[in-house]
């Protein structure tokens, strides 16, 4: 009986056991390895920029404007300002807030992760191609940028910089090169963004110093900042653009320090002088809107002022002829009034006394 009662306790024991571990697994969910992954890249990329889908990479090369066909192409290179009001928006705000991020953030961060290629920069030429692609490090030293390494995807090294120490604020100004272009084939006239560098300005122990930090295609910035929406404007406050719209509808303000030439001269090395940098700035900006008056069907402007000066002397006899009219009329009025004959009065009937004879 010993015996019985000794198995009977242990077989309960057994079963409360199993009962309690059922209990744990199903108060612990499991997570797919699906699921682990997700959240493994979710922790990596803590920068809140998305990756690409499918969608946006279409989207993109919907919007891509094609210039191999262009039979005319003119490319310039302006310096955007950033203190300037117009160009304030890409600019401000120097740190993430609610949600907002400036240009240069947004490119630095995208850099950092290796979501967007960066080229050297060379003065006078830029080549987008694998021989003069540049490293992040290489950057982040140059510079002296503080950036900590973090294990990353496929055994890669991922650069974490804090907020604080992202360079924003000393970005005051962008080279954009641009390139206006027209299509015969469908008869287009256009600008397209070709690429945007960020300038960095430090001051030094000799003064302040601009330094050009690299080239990055715009093509390859289109997909992120198409949701970056920004404030325009200090009277409105609704953030109804983003910054691809911003660029795509031209809304900064830039002044051209460079087109290419045969000579591969800036403007600064035959402008020696502020004056003639503006006229010159001028000519340029004269010289692409007379070609695009120069496409399409334009009037004979000697028949149109022959035809307006004949229409002007007509014009000028009719109002010539009423005045004359008007002023022999005024004259003639009171000579008629004057000449008529005034009524003659009529002879009074002689009165009768009312008196009786006596």
């Not at 695009?292 to 307006?308: N, R």
Request: proline share 6%; hydrophobic share 35%.
């Amino acid at each position: 009986m010993k015996r019985f009662y000794f198995l009977l306790v242990l077989v309960g024991a057994m079963l409360l056991s199993g009962t309690t571990q059922a209990q744990e697994e199903r108060r612990t969910p499991r997570v797919s390895r699906g699921a682990e992954r997700n959240n493994r890249q979710s922790n990596e990329n803590n920068s809140g920029l998305p990756e690409l889908t499918v969608r946006a990479q279409n989207m993109n090369q919907q919007l891509t404007q094609e210039i191999g066909n262009a039979r005319w192409m003119r490319v310039i290179y302006r310096e955007l300002d950033m203190l300037k009001e117009k160009n304030a928006p890409l600019y401000y705000p120097i740190t993430p807030m609610n949600g907002m991020k400036n240009l240069f953030t947004t490119v630095f961060q995208l850099a950092s992760e290796g979501k967007l290629p960066i080229y050297q920069y060379h003065d006078g030429y830029e080549a987008f191609d694998e021989a003069n692609l540049v490293e992040f490090k290489e950057v982040l030293d140059r510079f002296e940028i503080l950036y900590e390494t973090v294990p990353g995807n496929n055994n890669q090294q991922r650069f974490v910089v804090n907020e604080s120490d992202v360079p924003s604020q000393e970005v005051k100004s962008y080279y954009v090169k641009e390139a206006w272009y027209f299509d015969q084939n469908n008869s287009v006239y256009d600008v397209k963004i070709l690429a945007v560098c960020p300038v960095l300005f430090r001051v030094l122990d000799f003064g302040e110093q601009h330094t050009p930090l690299f080239w990055v295609p715009y093509e390859e910035i289109r997909p992120y900042v198409s949701n970056n929406y920004i404030m325009t404007s200090n009277q409105n406050n609704a953030k109804t653009f983003t910054i691809d719209d911003y660029f795509r509808r031209r809304m900064f303000e830039g002044d051209i320090v460079r087109t290419e030439n045969l000579m591969n001269l800036p403007l600064q090395a035959y402008c020696p002088t502020p004056d003639s940098m503006q006229r010159e700035q001028e000519r340029i900006e004269g010289e692409l809107v007379a070609f695009e008056k120069s496409l399409w069907f334009q009037p004979d402007t000697v028949q149109l002022s022959a035809t307006d000066k004949k229409s002007a002397k007509k014009t000028a006899k009719k109002t010539s002829g009423k005045q004359e009219k008007k002023s022999s009329s005024k004259e003639k009025t009171p000579s008629a009034k004057s000449n008529a004959a005034a009524p003659k009065p009529e002879k009074s009937a002689p009165t009768r006394s009312v008196r009786r004879g006596r």
